[in-house]
Structures are given as structure tokens and as C-alpha cells.
């Protein structure tokens, strides 16, 4: 076979191998980058926001309960400026399926306006803001998820606990369910997600809203509502009531209650709801933009069914902010979301459209050369085949046949016709004659016979030489 004839099934097989990677690809090479990398940790700032039908200002524009009023004749609910800040890393157990986050998050105040005055407390609760401290709230929060889905994966020695204080003692969280810190990879907005909401530690599911743009990142905006849920229920590392979720003031401290004494004490359970968005890159699962709004609040609690109305619907504020990613933050994590799409788009999208096409174009060309088939040299004069000579013709010695159909136009005597038995042999004049008499023909014209004899009626032979019993003698 020769080089050429071999062009044709080579194409098809480079065609058949690129197709199959430009198949593959999105299916083996795509999975591999779509995991939760191993070497994760980034940090956000959160900054207060003022909401419409906020009480706040620009510059304080959440309100936070001053702890410093709860040794004084009533309690007083301050503009304040918060900076919630968080920081993501991964840590053991961590394997090829799954990784373990751990996020440390703390909110702390900037500016808090006090009796009118607006001040920036300190970090050791003595100067500035005086018994209230810069650090209003911090947690650590541990959870094992899977590396593709960012569901839980509590099982086979994962974690789920969470630190509500200064020491080292950690809640075990074993129900724990839905998203945090990220998303699956290829996030469809058609899905029904849920999202786990550490401060009440309850699950609440996601509804996509729309889609939008942020640092040059197509994100899905995805929307939580966080029903109430009463955070002195929970239980502390201790097994008891976490701290800070309640308070047990008299009433008169809470402004008075109709025919309730002023000097009852009466306890109070701490509240909280929260409405959450997020914004999501689907291709990686990367959060852009996190916006939460934030609202804790005292309600008495233990009081009955027929307790005045005004004790029922009492309500104290502890915390009512909206905390969203600063501008720095949003570029930061949009860079992120891009450096993890890159190699997935890469070897998802644009190499299987690449190998695809030249798959398919070294395909095409391979069956046609196929069927065209290899190109065969047609016979010639002097050709290679001893058994189908081509033989031309002189048009000086050609035979022809006249309508009476003996051979003619030519006035010599003979008329020499090609050996077909030579090879490359051609008519007269075109090659070497033969001496063979059988090529010399008498050429016979008319109707009578030409050099021939009658026959002797006593047969062949003379007189002299046949027999009286010759057979064939005529009697």
C-alpha cells in the first residue's frame, strides 16, 4: 500500500481520536477543575448600609442596643458604624472529595453615637466608648462540605461545630444542611437550593431573582428569607443558654406596661430574622456579593395569653444593619470566581469547539480520499502488461473494410496488421517487423479466386506416384 493510499485512513483515525477527546473533555478534564481548591482562604469586609426606611444615617447607619444603658434607668439604642469581617480557609479533614471550612467572623463597631456624642470605642472596652468595645460579636464556625456540591459531608469524621466565645469549647451542629460559603459548580438557577443560616442555625431555602453583572462577572442573584427564630432556645458549648440571648430587667426599665407593676422583673428572650442575597457566579460557585439585612430584637418572654397587648408586641432592638461586600471585596472575589473559570471554560467549552471541528474537517477528508480511491496511470504504448498490449495504428498501412466487406484502401499488395502477442508492439512502421508468412496476406478483390488451381478429378498427387488403389482416384 502505498503513502497515498494510506492518507485517507490516517485522516479518519486523527478524526476519530479528536472527536473523542473534544467528547472527553467536558466530561474527565472539566471534573478535575471543578473542586473547591485545596489551598483556600480568602477574607471579606462587610460594611453597614443604609436601607431605605432605615432610621439611620449615612455615616451610622445601623442601631445597635448599648450594653453600657443596661446598668442605667432605660435601655438606649445608639446609630452605630459596623464592619463585619470574615475570613474562609480551609482546613483538615480535606481529601480529593472533600474539604473542611473554617470561618472565623466578627462584627465590630467604628462609631457609635452615645448620649449625642458620636465615639470610636476601643478594643479593651475601657476608653472611647467606655464599657462598650469595639467587638461587638465573633464566632467560629468549622463544617466539612463536599469539594463539588458544597453540600455537608458530615459523615466518615467530618466536622459541624461552631464557637460562640472566647473559649475553646466548640457546639456540635449534627443536623446540619444546605450551602455556606459556596456554591456547587455549574449552579443552575432552575434548581431549588437551600442555605444554612449559622446565627440561628436553621436551613432556609433559596429563590433565584434575576441575573446581573458585577466586576465583569455574570452572576445569579439569589434571595433568603430567615423566618424568626428565637436564639435563647439554642444551647452554648455548656449545654446552656448562649450568652447575651437573654436579659431580666424590671418592667419599668423596658418603659412601663400597663397593670404591670414597674418594679416586676420580667425576662426577655432575643430574636432574630434575616433577609439575605447573594450573588453567584454559576461556572464556579464563587459568592461575588453578599448583602444581608440583619434585625435582632427582645421580646418577654413566658408571658401569658392574656398579658396586655403592649407586653406582647414589645420589642427592643439589639442590632438592625445591612451588611453588604465592599467594593474591595467584590473585586476581589470576582477575580477569584474568574481564576477558577478559566481553566474550566478553557477545556469545557473552547478546546472541545477546536478539537471538535478539526475532528469532524479530518473526518470529511478522509472519506473522500477513501472513496475516490487511489489514482490508477492508464495503459500506454510500451505499457507494462504483457497480456493487454495497446496497439496504434500507422494510418499509412491501416486496414479498412469497403462496404462489400473485404479489407482495402491501400494499393499494395499486402496490408501488415500489428502483432498483439508482442509487447508494445504496434502496426507497420511502428515498431520491429516479423517474418512470420502468416502476416503477409494476399489481398483478394472481386468474386473470382485469385492463384488458385482446379482440382485434379484422380486426386492429389501425380500419375506416376498414385496407386490403382488409391481412395482417392476417381472412377
Known amino acids: 500500500m502505498s503513502v497515498r493510499e494510506l492518507v485517507g485512513p490516517v485522516l479518519i483515525f486523527i478524526g476519530a481520536l479528536f472527536v473523542v477527546a473534544a467528547i472527553a473533555m467536558p466530561l474527565y478534564l472539566v471534573g478535575q477543575f471543578q473542586k473547591t481548591p485545596m489551598d483556600t482562604d480568602y477574607t471579606t469586609v462587610s460594611t453597614s448600609q443604609r436601607t431605605d426606611g432605615s432610621s439611620g444615617s449615612q455615616a451610622l447607619p445601623a442601631q ?28 483538615k479533614p480535606a481529601n480529593s472529595d472533600r474539604v473542611t471550612f473554617q470561618a472565623g467572623t466578627s462584627v465590630r463597631i467604628n462609631q457609635v453615637q452615645i448620649s449625642g456624642e458620636t465615639v470610636t470605642p476601643s478594643s479593651d472596652s475601657t476608653s472611647g466608648g467606655g464599657c462598650l468595645g469595639a467587638l461587638l460579636s465573633a464566632t467560629k464556625d468549622r463544617v466539612t462540605t463536599n469539594r463539588t456540591t458544597g453540600a455537608p459531608a458530615l459523615g466518615g469524621g467530618g466536622s459541624s461545630e461552631v464557637q460562640l466565645d472566647s473559649s475553646d469549647k466548640t457546639v456540635t451542629i449534627p443536623d446540619r444542611r444546605g450551602l455556606q460559603y459556596r456554591f456547587p459548580f455549574d449552579t443552575d ?78 425576662p426577655a428572650d432575643l430574636y432574630r430574622k434575616t433577609t439575605r442575597d447573594l450573588y453567584v457566579d454559576p461556572t464556579t460557585g464563587t459568592i461575588v456579593n453578599d448583602r444581608e439585612r440583619v434585625q435582632e430584637y427582645f421580646k418577654i418572654s413566658g408571658i401569658s395569653d392574656d398579658a396586655p397587648d403592649a407586653l406582647k408586641n414589645f420589642s427592643l432592638t439589639n442590632l438592625d444593619a445591612t451588611f453588604a461586600y465592599d467594593q474591595k471585596t467584590q473585586e476581589q472575589r470576582a477575580a477569584d470566581a474568574k481564576d477558577l473559570a478559566s481553566p474550566i471554560k478553557l477545556w469545557g467549552r473552547w478546546m472541545p469547539i477546536v478539537f471538535g471541528i478539526l475532528g469532524v474537517l479530518a473526518l470529511a477528508a478522509g472519506i473522500v480520499l477513501l472513496l475516490r480511491g487511489p489514482r490508477r496511470t492508464p495503459a500506454t504504448a510500451g505499457g507494462e502488461d504483457p497480456y493487454y498490449p495497446v496497439a496504434t495504428q500507422d494510418t499509412d498501412s491501416a486496414a479498412t473494410r469497403d462496404d ?13 496488421f500489428p502483432d498483439l502477442r508482442k509487447r508494445g508492439g504496434g502496426a507497420s512502421g511502428a515498431g520491429p517487423t516479423d517474418d512470420d508468412a502468416t502476416q503477409n496476406i494476399p489481398r483478394v478483390t472481386g468474386d473470382e479466386p485469385h492463384g488458385w488451381s482446379e482440382p485434379d478429378e484422380n486426386g492429389p498427387g501425380s500419375a506416376e506416384t498414385r496407386r490403382d488403389d488409391d481412395p482417392w482416384k476417381r472412377t
Open 64 to 91: 445597635i442596643l448599648n450594653r453600657c444603658s443596661l446598668t442605667s434607668s432605660k435601655p438606649e439604642v445608639s446609630p452605630a458604624n459596623l464592619t463585619r469581617q470574615q475570613r474562609v480557609v480551609v482546613v
Open 189 to 266: 438557577k432552575g434548581k431549588n437550593y437551600i442555605y444554612f443560616d449559622l446565627a440561628s442555625r436553621t436551613t432556609s431555602p433559596l429563590k433565584y431573582v434575576d441575573s446581573t453583572e458585577i466586576n465583569g462577572v455574570k452572576v445569579d442573584h439569589f434571595s433568603q428569607e430567615v423566618p424568626e427564630a428565637n436564639l435563647a432556645s439554642l444551647k452554648d458549648a455548656n449545654g446552656g443558654v448562649p450568652q447575651g440571648t437573654q436579659l431580666t430587667q424590671s418592667a419599668s426599665w423596658y418603659g412601663g406596661f400597663p397593670g404591670i407593676d414597674g418594679k416586676q422583673v420580667l
Open 404 to 416: 462489400s466487406g473485404a479489407f482495402g484502401g491501400s494499393d499494395d499488395a499486402t496490408s501488415t
